[in-house]
């Protein structure tokens, strides 16, 4: 399977993001992907990551990708076998996260936990302590599972698949709301979500303060786009 990572950062060096630095040791043991960094960033996920499906599957170089990973650059891949997961995933699976939930009801607060019951969450992450020295797991449940929206930390998309039914990351949305709002929209195109149990460990504690005027604004429009309309 041919893979391309995709990874938007604000930092302008690669080689201080998490993610590089768990792609060296994979590199080592003879995993073979290319990366995408897109450094010094300020726009919106979505477009970052719309353009740069179009650049690499408009590359000759790249135009025979199977598999387009889009990760946060606060993230270790602590996952020897990641591409051999993702890989048997798509035999059932058309887009692959690491969490998620079944049957979503939009309201607010319109956070994927908090918008389905807690015996519909799926998947797993580890976090970083705030010393960077210490972990802690956090299941969410069982993996591998279908599930109909994702968490956007990581998502793999199946090239084949995704490219047939002309989904897109839906670009409404710079960072809040991004991730389960093109997985609603994967959803409606008939393709199919689920999470997989790959080994990453998370830098971010998530979302600090739900009052955050920019994921207000996000929730505004996520809830006139899918379902509750307000003023």
């Not at 719309?50 to 690499?56: L, T, Y």
């Not at 798509?90 to 908090?114: N, R």
């Not at 599930?147 to 960072?175: H, M, Q, R, S």
């Not at 429009?221 to 509750?228: A, D, Q």
Request: with cysteine.
């Amino acid at each position: 399977m041919k893979t391309v990572l995709v990874v938007a950062s604000k930092k302008d060096k690669a080689e201080d993001t998490l993610i590089y630095q768990s792609l060296v040791p994979l590199k080592s043991i003879g995993q073979k992907f290319t990366v995408h960094f897109f450094l010094n960033n300020t726009r919106g996920l979505s477009e970052v990551y719309n353009e740069a499906s179009h650049k690499i599957l408009d590359s000759e170089k790249d135009s025979n990708t199977d598999c387009i990973l889009f990760v946060h650059d606060d993230v270790y891949i602590d996952d020897a076998f990641i591409f051999d997961k993702i890989e048997d995933g798509f035999s059932v699976y058309d887009i692959v996260g690491v969490a998620g939930a079944k049957k979503p009801k939009i309201k607010e607060p319109a956070l994927w936990h908090l918008m389905t019951n807690r015996e519909d969450w799926r998947g797993f992450a580890a976090h970083f302590a705030p010393n960077m020295e210490t972990i802690g797991m956090t299941s969410f449940g069982i993996s591998p599972d279908a599930v109909d929206i994702l968490d956007g930390v990581l998502l793999a998309i199946n090239v084949k698949k995704t490219k047939a039914v002309n989904w897109k990351f839906n670009e409404n949305y710079k960072f809040h709301h991004y991730d389960i709002a093109s997985t609603l929209d994967a959803l409606k195109k008939g393709l199919v979500c689920g999470v997989l149990p790959i080994h990453i460990i998370h830098k971010s504690p998530g979302l600090e303060d739900i009052n955050d005027s920019h994921f207000q604004q996000s929730q505004k429009l996520f809830l006139k786009e899918y379902g509750l309309n307000i003023s």
